[in-house]
């Protein structure tokens, strides 16, 4: 009989937050990068609707990450 191996979670896995798109209304998960600065902004087109949302990133600390998107708006 073959056993299964458990999957255990990644020590080091990178941590993830979800924004909510201005546009559709999703909840949208991404991956955090802790090493890009406490203070991130970047744009990024909704996986749903493909609207781009500015997503601004806080990372206060490690275990308290901040995210918030709005819509970008082209002039």
Known sequence: MKRR???RPRPNAAP???YICGACGEDIVV????TAGSEQSYVEDCPVCCRPN???VDILDPDDIR???ELEYES
């Not at 991956?31 to 802790?34: A, K, N, V, Y």
């Open 16 to 18: 993830e937050a979800s």
């Open 5 to 7: 191996k458990r999957k």
């Open 67 to 69: 995210v918030h998107a």
């Open 54 to 56: 500015v997503i601004h």
């Open 31 to 34: 991956p955090i990068d802790l």
